[in-house]
Each structure stands twice: as C-alpha cells, then as structure tokens.
Nanobody, 127 residues
Framework: HVQLVESGGGSVLAGGSLRLSCAAS????????MGWFRQVPGKEREGLAT???????AYADSVKGRFTISKDNDKNILYLQMDSLTPEDTGTYRC??????????????????????WGEGTQVTVS
C-alpha cells in the first residue's frame, strides 16, 4: 500500500531555512503528481507546491520565490526547500500524492481528502 513519510520539520528563526523530505513507498505511477500542503489550526488547509511527472511545478503565491519543490526519482523522495521563513509559515506540513493530474491542477486539489494519499505531517515552527 502507499505510504508517505515526512521528515525535516523543526523550529527555526525567522529568515531561516528548512528542507522537508517525503519518502514514498508503494507509489510509482507513470503520471504522478505530488506536493505539499500546510495545516494550521483554525485555518483552511493551504496547498503550497506541486510537481508532476513532466517536471512541471506550481506554487501558491504565499510561497512563490521562497519555496522550491523537487523530487529524487531514484529514491522516490519528494523535497520542499523552504527559505526566508516567516512566522506565518508555521504549521503542519503534509505530503500528498496522486496520479493523472497536472501540477497546476493539483495545487488546488492537494489539500482535499479526495486528492489521493496523504502523509501524517511534520511540524514547522518559525519564531
């Protein structure tokens, strides 16, 4: 079965950087789409970044220019490099995976339970 396991979260000062990882197992569709979304208590889940099988990426305006999504296809690990972090970036970051959907389309759907598979998340705290 598909399993997504995130790591790399932690506490960082404003202006700092973190790199999140999402190790995927049991998941290798030809037309994959993977990405990250953020959960903050009391707020709607927010899709942040997506990547599809063509190498196309999409970003939310809130993170564009600061976050970079990438994937190691050999290891089947998805990354999210986060730079210039602000306290507003605090939250639980979850990895998600689906198939047959492009990165731009996935950005608007990734935080929906119907998207596909979700990981349990990793906490990021920026102070």
């Amino acid at each position: 079965h598909v399993q997504l396991v995130e790591s790399g979260g932690g506490s960082v000062l404003a202006g700092g950087s973190l790199r999140l990882s999402c190790a995927a197992s049991g998941y290798s569709p030809a037309k994959y789409a993977m990405g990250w979304f953020r959960q903050v208590p009391g707020k709607e889940r927010e899709g942040l970044a997506t990547l599809d099988w063509r190498g196309i990426t999409a970003y939310a305006d809130s993170v564009k220019g600061r976050f970079t999504i990438s994937k190691d296809n050999d290891k089947n690990i998805l990354y999210l490099q986060m730079d210039s972090l602000t306290p507003e970036d605090t939250g639980t970051y979850r990895c998600a995976a689906s198939w047959d959907v492009t990165a731009p389309a996935a950005l608007g759907r990734i935080s929906s339970p119907e998207f596909g598979y979700w990981g349990e998340g990793t906490q990021v705290t920026v102070s």
